[in-house]
């Protein structure tokens, strides 16, 4: 079983703490049923840091190559999951607002991360965003006559 930890998003991003690690895909409860083999390994980096003003964030990186359904043929199709991009962590949704009217000219993107952050979450959520909406082959192979 996958630890879950669950941190506090202020000091993980004081400390300048990381959670790290390979492990198959599967062990993510909301990534199982995602992919044909759940046993691929997925790697995964969520590191707590700070911007020039202190401002908590943390830094998410995400790889693998995985297989989905190609909805057009039923066949699989290889999908490369990979994603590193930093969030700022906001304590509420009014103090996301304000990070993010602050923050208006540069390309961030921002978290509402109250007491308590899931690192698992965090990690399932950016392997979801890079998924295609609706995996395909560029050109199926079509089935042998
Ligand atoms: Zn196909």
């Known amino acids: 079983m996958l630890e879950r930890p669950v941190v506090s998003p202020s000091n993980f991003a004081e400390k300048?703490?990381?959670?790290?690690?390979?492990?198959?895909?599967g062990?993510?409860?909301?990534?199982?049923?995602?992919?044909?083999?759940?046993?691929?390994?997925?790697?995964?980096?969520v590191c707590g840091q700070q911007d020039a003003r202190g401002r908590p964030?943390?830094?998410?990186?995400?790889n693998a190559r995985l297989e989905m359904v190609c909805q057009r043929c039923l066949k699989p199709v290889d999908v490369v999951v990979t994603s590193d991009r930093v969030l700022y962590l906001a304590n509420s949704e009014?103090?996301?607002?304000?990070?993010?009217?602050?923050?208006?000219?540069?390309d961030v993107e921002v978290m509402?991360?109250?007491?308590?952050?899931?690192?698992?979450?965090?990690v399932e959520d950016e392997v979801i965003l890079t998924l295609p909406l609706v995996p395909m082959?560029?050109?199926c192979v079509a089935p042998d006559a």
């Open 16 to 25: 300048s703490h990381c959670w790290e690690g390979n492990t198959m895909v």
């Open 27 to 45: 062990d993510f409860e909301r990534l199982a049923q995602e992919f044909v083999n759940p046993e691929v390994e997925l790697f995964y980096r």
């Open 57 to 62: 964030q943390i830094h998410c990186q995400v």
């Open 94 to 106: 009014a103090e996301a607002e304000r990070l993010e009217a602050a923050l208006a000219d540069e």
């Open 112 to 122: 509402v991360a109250d007491k308590n952050l899931d690192l698992a979450g965090v």
């Open 137 to 139: 082959h560029d050109v």
